[in-house]
């Protein structure tokens, strides 16, 4: 038997008390109960809105270039900003659901996204745009912890289910903004589509708080938790995140135009794209729902890690069955992102300590990830063909999954002290 560990009983008992259910922290659930179901559909409807002002830039790119007279770059600065505020303003989450609580919080946030959205959509000059970019951005980045706090709170018997009910509405939001912004538009009427998407944020607001009721009093609300700076599990969520971000926006942006060099009409190459994300968005929806009682958060990850392994190795030495590795990687990539952000609920049982993790975890995942379409890009450029990018795409994922095999039971269990 082992003996007693003294400095493991200090480190114990200096963690938030977590209720009865909430005790394993290690991938399984330690009972399932009666499922919240309106929780859940308010996380998913909610989430829905949290993506579309950004991604619906990149369909209507083209427009807004004919329309305003604006070149590339400062197309791409309307979806870098609310990205890099996505990382930058995450921390500021927990801090307004202390004062607020989660479920108003998070209310505030659609309802500026959607406030701001309307307007970008009609101001009439360059600098009015960017301007009001930057407060899409930060409602966005606000509004990114919170998630998981409500999930700590109201259903931490089913961490994996409640966090892929937010990360599906996320998908599939992203999915529909890129679908519906151009025949939104119309012939030319970028605006239109903005404006549509923007005022549909407040049917997710209605959702939300229709389907989530109730609030702690301001009395028994816990305060913000401060950043885990010092924490080593802290930092390998960080990285955790960071590099499945990286593999997933290397996809988004180059996957197409590897297949277009290689020969493929830019047709072809773009229902590649489509396959990795629609299968994507049936992982994302499918896996939480079995995560909660099968294996641990280290398995979990570390299976669709080497199938991305496998997916992008097989571009690069048989490139020709393409739309099997995009769905390879569809299937994995969607699958580790909802668990991925589940990962703050397992090192942290308390709301509070839930979303400072959280935040700390988007925070430098973000800041990662964000220079990952620039390297893959770079990494042609200097080579003069995409095989670098997606050696590298190899790379990144060797380096994925080695952090989770770092996930062990025991170290998750340890958490945030």
């Known amino acids: 038997m082992t003996p007693p560990d003294p400095a493991a009983d200090a480190a114990s008992a200096a963690l938030p008390t977590a209720p009865p259910e909430a005790v394993d922290r290690t991938g399984h659930a330690a009972s399932t109960g009666r499922l919240p179901l309106a929780v859940i559909a308010g996380l998913f409807l909610a989430t829905l809105a949290l993506r579309p002002p950004v991604i619906a830039i990149g369909p209507l790119a083209p427009l807004l270039r004919d329309d305003l007279g604006i070149t590339a770059a400062i197309v791409g600065l309307l979806t870098t900003i609310p990205v890099l505020c996505m990382g930058l303003l995450a921390p500021v989450g927990p801090t307004l659901a202390a004062r607020f609580g989660p479920r108003l919080a998070l209310a505030i946030c659609l309802v500026a996204i959607a406030l701001a959205g309307i307007v970008r959509a009609v101001v009439p000059s360059i600098p009015l745009l960017l301007a009001v970019t930057i407060a899409i951005g930060v409602a966005i980045g606000v509004a990114g912890a919170i998630p998981s706090m409500v999930v700590a709170d109201r259903m931490p018997r089913r961490r994996a289910l409640g966090t892929g009910a937010y990360a599906g509405g996320i998908v599939l939001g992203s999915t529909l903004a890129a679908a519906l912004a151009v025949p939104l538009a119309g012939a030319a ?229």
């Open 189 to 417: 009427d970028w605006r239109r589509a903005l404006l549509v998407l923007s005022a549909g944020t407040f049917v997710s607001v209605a959702a939300w708080l229709l389907l989530v009721r109730g609030e702690p009093d301001r009395a028994t609300r816990p305060p913000a938790v401060r950043l885990p700076w010092r924490q080593p599990i802290a930092w390998l969520l960080v990285v955790v995140f960071g590099l499945q971000s990286a593999m997933y926006y290397g996809v988004i942006a180059w996957l197409p135009n590897v297949y277009v060099e290689r020969g493929w009409s830019a047709a072809d190459a773009g229902e590649l794209l489509a396959a990795f994300n629609g299968v994507g968005l049936v992982a994302t929806l499918g896996v939480p729902l079995v995560a909660d009682r099968l294996g641990t958060r280290r398995m979990q990850l570390t299976v669709p890690a080497l199938a991305c392994v496998v997916g992008f190795v097989g571009m690069i030495v048989s490139p020709d069955p393409a739309i099997l590795w995009a769905v390879l990687l569809g299937l994995a990539i969607g699958g580790i992102f909802p668990l991925v952000l589940t990962l703050p609920l397992d090192v942290a049982h308390a709301p509070a300590a839930v979303g400072s993790a959280s935040a700390f975890m988007l925070l430098g995942g973000y800041v990662i990830s964000s220079a990952s379409p620039i390297l893959l890009g770079a990494a042609r450029d200097v080579t003069g063909t995409f095989e670098a990018s997606l050696v590298l795409l190899v790379a990144v994922t060797l380096a994925f999954a080695g952090c989770c095999l770092l996930l062990a039971p025991a170290r998750l269990r340890r958490g945030i002290v």
